[in-house]
């Protein structure tokens, strides 16, 4: 009588086993957490970017002078302006995707990019 070999072995299916864990935590690591936000800021026709997970502070020169804005803690706002009536920086500091501040009267705009924060409700999406 002959005997043959089974031919999957429980070390087979430990290796299978280990190979779709590994692929499904790499797919996990890549593709499922939010995209990280940043920081937009445009000026003269030009834009900067910045992550909001890294606090900074940087100025921006405007056509009435320098505006400094500060990242710090996952918001962003703007801490000095060169304008007369300084309404930006009473502002509500912009953390959400979707926010923005402005300080009109020097040029700088600031909004915040990136995934809608959880429990975030979007009114309309546009490509």
């Known amino acids: 009588m002959i005997r043959h070999k089974p031919s999957f072995t429980l070390l087979d299916g430990l290796i299978i086993l280990l190979a779709a864990f590994a692929f ?18 445009s000026a003269g026709g030009k834009d900067w970017v910045y992550p909001l997970s890294e606090n900074r502070e940087f100025a921006i020169q405007g056509p009435l002078g320098i ?21 930006c920086l009473s502002s509500a500091h912009a953390h959400a995707s ?19 924060t959880e429990g975030q409700v979007l009114d309309a999406i546009v490509r």
């Open 98 to 116: 979707g926010d923005w501040i402005a300080c009109l009267p020097n040029g700088v705009f600031l909004r915040v990019e990136g995934d809608a």
């Open 24 to 41: 499904g935590y790499s797919a996990l690591v890549v593709y499922g957490g939010p995209s990280p936000s940043s920081v937009v800021v």
């Open 67 to 87: 505006t400094r804005i500060r990242i710090h803690d996952g918001s962003a706002y703007f801490t000095e302006s060169p304008c007369d009536n300084k309404t």
